[in-house]
């Protein structure tokens, strides 16, 4: 099943994608530990997007938000059309330097099971899997 | 997410009520600052009605240690549900931040 949500670039937005986001995970299939894979993939949709409006958005544009849902995984991809980010180089938060930034792509990490970026001359596409075992 | 201000003696308490992501951490942040700039500086973070936190709420929280200690305050957190002691402990932050069950006990624990 397929599920799209088109947003204005604007961190307003996040009032917009969150319902989005939980009405559309509650149609995940009956699997083991549903409720943390819901509360963990609902940070996942709000640091995914957080992360599209601060750094990707332009003023003006959108951002795509998207769910593919099959029965043993879960796509989720954001498509923004600023400027973007190299996902490569941001680094795992140092607690000594008590840093305010740096634990959203931290925490998609820890959570998906993969996490890829692509910045090309149509957008900038972050695409974030998970999969569990069917019942 | 809103944010009531109330005093309890030298303690000013924050209650934050709903989502605490991106949009109102930036609130968050004013709110602090104004507090800092009234000398208002030991606090406590009253979290128990907060259903969901992200990264850029952490950091606000983060941003609001750093501020208070910077001008020789405290401050403390109470009341995370088991969901958001969940993120606390996924970025590791539970180990930097004073987290009290309650506010009661947050409050008690300056004097």
Known sequence: ?????????????????????????????????????????????????????????????????????????????????????????????????????????????????VVSYEKTDDGNYLVLRKSWERQ | MSIKVTQQEAVTVLTLTGRFDALMSREFKSCISGLINNKRLYMVIDMSSVDFIDSSGMGALVGGVRGVIKEQGEIRIAGLSPEVQTIFELTRLHRIFDIYETVDRACASFS
């Open chain 1, 1 to 113: 099943m397929h599920y799209l949500l088109e947003i204005p670039a604007a961190l307003e937005s996040l009032r917009i994608a969150a319902p989005f986001t939980t009405a559309v995970l509650q149609e995940l299939p009956e699997i083991r530990d549903r409720d943390r894979i819901i509360r963990e993939l609902t940070l996942v949709a709000s640091e995914a997007v957080t992360n599209a409006l601060c750094h990707g958005s332009v003023t003006g544009l959108t951002i795509r938000l998207e769910y593919d849902l099959a029965p043993d995984a879960i796509i989720i991809s954001v498509t923004d059309y600023g400027s973007g980010f190299d996902l490569e180089t941001v680094v795992p938060p140092d607690l000594v330097l008590f840093q305010e930034g740096g634990y959203g792509v931290y925490i998609m990490k820890s959570i998906m099971d």
